[in-house]
């Protein structure tokens, strides 16, 4: 769960202008998808991002990014919310979200499972531990495809 060199450079570039409209930056990445090349930045802020604070973000790293012109391929821009169903990769996402439910995807199996919604009780650096049906499960970080907070209505 560690970002390209392309998407490390683009939290660099992007984070000093997320500060001035006032958001903080949750996560970038780049990714093919099809035959286009994808550059995605996700935005939060206390109360949630609105669509003015995407669209002040995109003109401004777009801006910065023409100028700099770090990514060889053509690609597109998109600046969107972290939403509530939000990937959870680095350390400090982990340790704000204890307590929570999420969902997990592993690359394969373990005892039976795949997909499933558990709650997070900690994180060790390379482990994470979740609850599922009073189990306690401590599963390696290179086991685990995804992890993104879990919306229950």
């Not at 660099?12 to 958001?23: D, S």
């Not at 997070?120 to 495809?145: F, N």
Request: aromatic share 8%; proline share 2%; charged share 25%.
């Amino acid at each position: 769960m560690s970002y390209s060199k392309i998407e490390q450079l683009v939290i660099e570039l992007a984070e000093p202008q997320a500060l001035a409209i006032g958001v903080t930056i949750w996560d970038v990445e780049f990714v093919k998808e099809g035959k286009e090349q994808v550059l995605r930045v996700y935005i939060d802020k206390e109360g949630g991002a609105s669509i003015n604070d995407c669209e002040a973000l995109s003109l401004a790293l777009s801006a910065k990014l023409d100028e700099l012109d770090p990514i060889a391929s053509a690609y597109s821009l998109e600046v969107s919310s972290a939403g509530l169903d939000r990937r959870l990769k680095r350390e400090s996402d982990f340790l704000q979200y204890i307590g929570h439910l999420v969902d997990v995807k592993l690359y394969a199996s373990i005892d039976g499972l795949k997909e499933f919604t558990a709650e997070l009780c900690a994180y060790a650096g390379s482990c994470v531990s979740l609850r599922y049906e009073k189990k306690l499960l401590e599963i390696p970080l290179e086991k685990i495809a995804s992890v993104r907070l879990a919306v229950v209505f």
